[in-house]
């Protein structure tokens, strides 16, 4: 499965820990420089939780619903796979670029 | 046990909140334990852990003792945080189908966040789940805009802001995008038609 850079970094985040939506959102803001709104983050993990590729896990605390995510075994496989990808992409441009 | 509105001090509040954070807290603190332990009763009553041995039987049985008391005590603390600020907060409201107010005495949600509310019954269980979590990540974000000390029409301004912009429109964008947009496009086109027919 092909990953977009939205999913890339989701992934990316969620890789060693489990995390729940606003630490997500937080991280990312940090480590991408972009916002991300809860709307976009909650329905790229969906989408990642249809292909298998993070597992889901609900709980509660005194605001109400908490939301933690983690990568699957085929997450990490599917990050590797398009670190791979974007790294060889990365080469070809840096190869091409003009002098 | 529901909690007797507009009867609570600022003490009361005080100390609920508290405790409340303790309950989160020690979920927190123990929450990696208590899933290996959920998960291995769960082996245990399906039959997976079973053994011949009277050696291995005998561990086995004083790990399933020791995991039963470690879920009990957590438990016990759980309840015992909920018996003392039961009167005071709502528990029955963080069930799944849970209602933004917590504390009973609080004002009603603003209104961005009853929109949101509003919006998650027509969702699908799966973005109902989501919608509600982003509730309480906006709670949390207002809270922190309140600490941060920026205005209340301005704190009204953001939630609306990314209660319609960041919360409804990529689930409504999300729903459009699973039901095929092509097949949506082209029965709008259709129906375009027909119209256009009628009408010239």
Not at chain 1, 22 to 45: H, N, P, V, W
Not at chain 1, 61 to 67: I, L
Not at chain 2, 77 to 100: C, M, R, T, W, Y
Request: with cysteine.
């Amino acid at each position: 499965m092909k990953l977009s850079p939205v999913e890339f970094r989701i992934l990316n985040i969620i890789a060693t820990d489990e995390l729940a939506g606003r630490e997500i959102a937080k991280r990312y803001a940090t480590e991408a420089g972009s916002r991300l709104s809860y709307g976009t983050l909650y329905t790229t993990c969906r989408r990642l939780k249809e292909n298998g590729l993070l597992r889901v896990r609900d709980s509660l605390d005194s605001d109400g619903r908490v939301r933690f995510f983690r990568a699957t075994g085929n997450g990490i496989k599917t990050l590797d796979e398009t670190r791979a990808e974007f790294a060889a992409l990365a080469n070809f441009g840096l190869n091409h670029a003009p002098a | 046990m529901h909690p007797h509105r507009h009867s609570i001090t600022p003490k009361q509040r005080e100390l609920a909140q508290k405790l409340v954070a303790a309950k989160a807290a020690v979920w927190w603190a123990y929450r990696k334990k208590l899933r290996d332990a959920e998960e291995f009763l769960e082996l245990l009553a399906e039959g997976r852990l079973s053994c011949n041995d009277p050696n291995e039987l005998a561990e086995l049985d004083d790990m399933e003792r020791q995991v039963r008391e470690f879920t009990a005590e957590i438990g016990g603390i759980q309840s015992k945080i909920e018996g003392e600020v039961g009167h005071l907060v709502d528990f029955n409201a963080l069930d799944p189908d849970f209602d933004i107010l917590v504390f009973a005495d609080l004002p009603p949600p603003p209104l961005p966040l009853r929109l949101l509310s509003g919006f998650r019954w027509f969702c699908g269980k799966e973005h109902r789940a989501n919608v509600e979590a982003i509730i309480a990540d906006l709670v949390k974000d207002a809270r922190t805009m309140n600490a941060d000390g920026h205005g209340k029409t301005f704190v009204s301004l953001a939630l609306a802001w990314r209660s319609v912009a960041g919360g409804i429109l990529p689930i409504v964008c999300d729903g459009f995008r699973r039901l095929k947009c092509a097949s949506l496009i082209a029965a709008f086109l259709y129906y375009a038609r027909w119209v256009l027919r009628k009408l010239l």
